[in-house]
């Protein structure tokens, strides 16, 4: 009947789980009119969108004949369940294939994410770990907190996270936003927004360190004694001759100081501007520099994470209470919610791509190797610090060893990265239309999205208030939140897990893959994980559902500061790095003698850009930020929120009036991979040279291949950045004009 939002008693310690718009709006898409009800079979050319109605039993013995034939035909290697991340709730969503697939001796694994790619790889390379944060509650003690690429107001990094910021304010903290658009939380959390040129946030973090190293406001005393690479003096065994980050500054090795004047011209951030932020972090301390994702989503997407963790460290800001060490920062001490407790098993087949590459592995996946992101021997699905290692380590391996197969078969679950969210859709149409290269596709989701309509099979998917369900949380925070099922499935739906288990039946693996339990007995099994890791309070299952609470929290009175020990004694509590100690150069990269990939961080142009040989035909930079309208795709078919946050093209002011653009006028955005015809909203809030197209929209072309709907995919390069393999989706040039002409 309705929804409603957390109503527990609130604090600091134990806020409330505010619900925001999207989830308020679920209702709307629980009942939609567009639900899939039933499974349905391809009938029409593979792309087109035409389906018939089967029933269960048909659907079943299709997927797991098909299995069977592409593993007997080319190996486990050929089966492959995508990145997606559309059900966070344990017994739902791709892990649910991914353990029946291991079970059935393994298939092609993924390693990364979509989200945090760069970030990921990049931040072991400096701390040794991804736990680099201190918990939220520590914000209300910094004096200065820089936003960078950093929107919780809208894209919700984490319940509450916006709330956190506003209070660290509120008791006197000065909030700077850095953002080339003036974001709801750039307006609603910060005292300046500071425009910059996207993709170069690197060059300006390396000229505020040239401001902090020449007027003598680092930090010099920590920096001697806990860092590597700053200065000549400190550079490892057999390095002696490479440039320290010192080096590169001051422009003694290229003779280019990276002076606020350089980073002017590459930024257009005032010199002024740049000098005073300078100073304001180094000295209004403790300060947090928060790095958000966007920024790292583009080519050489590891540069500007090394620079900014680089910058926490120049000043000191590490291990104290009030900093932040910077890089991922998922949460002190342990790393915060563990999304995945349901067990997939170990993978026999041992090999894993980056999530990215996925396109790449259907096209020439038997020649990649170690090279292109290839992880072998057992490490799949890794977010963390050891996957991000091994893929540093392989990078120089041409072993010769390669995968087994091309992708052969797609079963993507509660994912609709398959074909919306991957970049360049027009390319990726093209290479699943192809049915001489994935033979077989299968998807399972609520609707029928851009993704689903290049399956051969379509299985339709329980909600989450349709089953059981647990989870907590995302990134940040101290919760456990319980969501037995509300209502009857709609239709013939069945759970993720149901459907798993029964293709597990007919491949002679039902009871393997169940193990006898349900779905509110795999929930049970979840919470007693939870008892031996973060949560030995836990109520059972049979007392919490009881109680009629959906949240079981613990409490944070005294946050938890990352790096505090080694801060206090660095000989003692070293760092899990090479040296033990924060590298701001490291050997690791360095041994890999890839420019690309520099040892000290390194504003690197992007190839393509404003000072790229294309610029002249194509001259805006194209940003997709997180939209409040959509969690990535999903509610993009949700009339509610598009009514409040109708899909529009952002434009400034000056380029608008340079093209003859009025404020709602219909636009056409394209370059050489696709084109978009949709509305545009001109405006201040954000600066000119940039686009904005909210990403997530639904592809959704005309009989022309015109996309009418605003997605920015068929926008964006399958381009990926040289160390992690991650996406660079974020680094895209593109024209606009008025429509039609």
């Known amino acids: ?60 013995d299709l997927l797991a004949g098909e299995i069977r034939r592409v593993r007997d035909t080319y190996g486990n290697g050929a089966l492959f369940v995508p990145y997606g991340t559309g059900s966070y709730s344990q017994i739902n969503g791709s892990q649910t294939a991914r353990r029946l697939l291991n079970l059935y001796g393994g298939c092609l694994g993924v390693w990364n994410s979509y989200s945090w790619g760069a970030i990921n790889v990049a931040t072991p390379t400096v701390y040794g770990t991804v736990q680099t944060g201190n918990q939220r509650q520590d914000w209300l003690n910094a004096r200065t907190i820089l936003m960078w690429s950093w929107n919780p107001a809208e894209m919700r990094d984490g319940t509450n996270t916006e709330w956190f910021v506003k209070l660290a304010r509120q008791g006197g903290a000065r909030v700077i936003c850095i953002d080339p658009r003036l974001s709801m939380s750039a307006a609603a959390l910060a005292d300046e927004w500071v425009p910059i040129r996207p993709g170069t946030d690197a060059a300006m973090m390396t000229a505020m360190a040239w401001v902090i190293l020449t007027e003598g406001l680092d930090d010099a005393g920590f920096v001697r004694t806990h860092c590597q690479g700053v200065t000549p003096e400190q550079m490892p065994a057999g390095c002696e001759d490479a440039p320290s980050w010192s080096d590169y500054i001051l422009g003694t090795r290229d003779g280019q100081p990276k002076t606020p004047a350089w980073a002017e011209a590459i930024t257009g951030v005032p010199r002024e501007t740049i000098e005073r932020v300078a100073r304001e972090y180094a000295t209004r301390k403790p300060g947090v520099l928060y790095q958000g994702y966007g920024m790292q989503r583009r080519a050489h997407g590891e540069q500007v994470v090394r620079a900014g963790a680089a910058l926490a460290a120049l000043t000191g800001n590490v291990g104290v209470s009030g900093g932040w060490a910077g890089g991922l920062a998922l949460q002190a001490p342990d790393g915060g919610p563990h999304w995945n407790v349901f067990p997939v098993g170990a993978n026999p087949v041992g090999a894993a791509i980056p999530c990215f590459l996925w396109t790449e592995a259907v096209v020439r996946g038997r020649e990649m190797g170690a090279f292109d992101g290839v992880l072998f021997g057992g490490v799949d699905g890794g977010e963390g610090s050891e996957s991000a290692t091994a893929a540093v380590r392989g990078l120089g391996d041409d072993s010769g060893r390669r995968l087994e197969s091309d992708i052969r078969l797609i079963w993507a679950v509660a994912s609709n990265a398959l074909v919306n969210q991957h970049a360049d859709i027009n390319r990726t149409a093209r290479i699943l239309r192809d049915e001489s290269r994935v033979e077989f596709i299968a998807v399972q989701d609520h609707f029928l999205t851009p993704t689903a309509r290049f399956a051969d099979l379509v299985l339709p998917a329980t909600t989450h208030f349709e089953t059981w369900g647990v989870g907590d949380g995302w990134k940040y925070g101290d919760e456990v939140v319980l969501a037995p099922p509300l209502v009857e499935p709609a239709g013939e739906c069945r759970s993720d897990y149901r459907i798993c288990a029964d293709v597990a039946e007919r491949l002679g693996l039902g009871e393997a893959y169940t193990e006898g339990r349900d779905e509110r007995e795999w929930v049970e099994w979840a919470l007693e994980r939870w008892r031996d890791t973060r949560f030995p309070d836990l109520p059972s299952l049979d007392e919490w559902e009881a109680s009629n609470r959906g949240v079981h929290s613990r409490p944070v009175t005294e946050p938890a500061v990352a790096f505090a020990d080694f801060r206090e004694d660095p000989v003692a509590h070293p760092l899990p790095t090479p040296s033990g100690k924060i590298e701001i150069f490291s050997r690791a990269l ?54 409040a946050f109708p ?38 809030r954000i600066m000119p040279g940039v686009v904005d197209i909210p990403q997530g929209a639904w592809w959704s072309p005309d009989e022309h291949g015109i996309d009418r709907r605003g997605s920015i995919n068929v926008l964006t390069s399958q381009r990926w950045t040289a160390l992690a393999h991650a996406t660079a989706q974020h680094t895209a040039m593109v024209q606009v004009e008025r429509w039609p002409r």
Not at 601 to 618: K, M, N, S, V
Not at 660 to 681: K, S
Request: charged share 35%; aromatic share 6%.
């Open 1 to 60: 009947m309705r929804l409603e939002t957390d109503d527990r008693p609130d604090g600091v310690a134990d806020p409330q789980l505010r619900a925001c718009v999207r989830g308020r709006a679920y209702l709307r898409r629980q009942y939609h009119p567009d639900r899939l009800l039933h499974p349905l079979k391809r009938v029409g050319e593979r792309g087109e969108g035409r389906f018939e109605r089967i029933g269960w039993d048909e659907a079943l």
């Open 647 to 684: 899909q529009r093209v952002f434009l400034n002011v000056l380029d608008a009036r340079e093209r003859g653009i009025a404020d709602g006028d219909e636009v056409r955005v394209w370059n050489d991979r696709g084109e978009m015809v949709v509305r545009c909203r001109v405006t201040p």
């Open 590 to 643: 360095h041994d890999l003698d890839d420019p690309r990939i520099p040892a000290v961080p390194t504003y690197l142009p992007e190839e393509e850009g404003p000072f790229g040989p294309g610029a002249d035909r194509y001259p805006l930079q194209v940003l997709g930020h997180h939209a409040m309208a959509r969690v990535h795709s999903i509610h993009d078919n949700n009339d509610w929120l598009q009514e």
